[in-house]
């Protein structure tokens, strides 16, 4: 009887996770491509935000990601978590300002996305940035970023306004000089 009960939690508590594991959208679906809009405080503080809030983080978890946006599993709202060390608190972004600090400028990164899995492309990204955010009490934040939390940001930021890695990596082979690289040693 009572490993029958222990059974019965275990499946209990396995059927409550599989609820809350999202979908994450592949790249071609026009959520994507949206400009995501932005949450009222009325609705940052709703159980039905919260909801999306923890089951996004336990989305990215069960993916292996550092950053989720929520267009990425199919809600165009303007809200992404991350987390971007072992030693750095979990971050829930709504309704982000992005500020590129130019002055430190930009540096080349190489960038995965649970939407276009398998693929990692080359994209340039600001080393800092000042960034305002509510969490999700609904308080505001003011930080400079740096890091590795700065490139999450530009990248789970890109989403927001529905725009993909691969956008930016088109760019960046745009702008690339291949002249120069053609006459460079290769090392």
């Not at 405080?41 to 923890?54: C, K």
């Not at 336990?58 to 991350?82: D, I, W, Y």
Request: proline letters at 4%.
């Amino acid at each position: 009887m009572k490993t029958f009960f222990i059974l019965l939690l275990v499946s209990l508590a396995s059927q409550t996770l599989a609820q809350t594991r999202l979908g994450i959208i592949q790249i071609g679906h026009p959520t994507l491509r949206e400009h995501a809009r932005e949450l009222t405080m009325a609705e940052i503080q709703s159980p039905e935000i919260q909801t999306l809030i923890d089951d996004m983080i336990f989305t990215m978890k069960k993916a292996g990601g550092v950053g989720l946006a929520a267009p990425q599993v199919n809600e165009s709202l303007r809200l992404f978590v991350m987390k971007s060390g072992l030693s750095v608190p979990l971050t829930v972004v709504i309704n982000p300002k992005l500020e590129y600090l130019e002055s430190f400028g930009q540096q080349n990164s190489s960038e995965g996305c649970l939407s276009i899995p398998g693929k990692t492309v080359t994209v340039k990204r600001f080393k800092k940035l000042h960034m305002t955010y509510f969490n999700r009490k609904g308080e505001y934040i003011a930080e400079e970023v740096g890091g590795f939390k700065a490139i999450i940001s530009q990248h789970e930021y890109d989403h927001l306004n529905g725009v993909l890695i691969t956008d930016l990596a088109e760019q960046f082979m745009q702008t690339f000089d291949w002249e120069a690289w053609i006459a460079a040693p290769k090392m």
